[in-house]
């Protein structure tokens, strides 16, 4: 059964699997929260992690937000897998979205 995943309506972050141990991830913005980055309000990085089924951190890296993309990599193991977007703010590092579940084989 796949985990139903609040995304709210002005923040999408979209996981897709490319190969075993790899994950394409494409993120996007409303105008208002880019001019909120613009402005220094958030950091203009972005942190992303991808987390396996029993919620263990995969990978982890920092992007510039406008990058709006980005290829994780991680051990191949097969599993459902899911990936969460991050800015700064003065309080630290914020969730902004989470992805779909996507599943990836191992190796073969």
Same mark, same amino acid.
């Given at each position: !059964? !796949?985990?139903?995943?609040? +995304?709210?309506?002005?923040?999408? *972050? @979209?996981?897709?699997q490319? #190969?075993? @141990?790899?994950?394409?991830?494409?993120?996007?913005?409303?105008?208002? #929260? $880019?001019? #909120?980055?613009?402005?220094g $309000?958030?950091? $203009? !990085?972005?942190?992303?992690? *991808?987390?396996?089924?029993?919620?263990? +951190?995969?990978?982890e890296?920092? /992007?510039?937000?406008?990058? #709006?993309?980005? /290829? *994780?990599?991680?051990?191949?193991?097969a599993?459902?897998?899911?990936?969460?977007?991050?800015?700064?703010?003065?309080? @630290?590092? +914020? +969730? *902004?979205?989470?992805?779909?579940? $996507?599943?990836?084989?191992?190796?073969?």
């Amino acid at each position: !059964m !796949m985990k139903e995943t609040h +995304i709210p309506h002005e923040n999408k *972050l @979209g996981l897709m699997q490319v #190969r075993p @141990g790899v994950f394409f991830v494409l993120w996007d913005f409303s105008s208002m #929260r $880019e001019k #909120r980055i613009k402005s220094g $309000e958030f950091s $203009e !990085m972005v942190k992303i992690r *991808l987390f396996n089924h029993n919620g263990e +951190i995969c990978f982890e890296d920092f /992007y510039p937000w406008h990058k #709006r993309k980005a /290829y *994780l990599r991680h051990e191949p193991r097969a599993g459902l897998y899911h990936a969460v977007l991050y800015v700064e703010s003065a309080e @630290g590092w +914020i +969730i *902004l979205s989470e992805s779909n579940e $996507e599943n990836s084989p191992a190796m073969p």
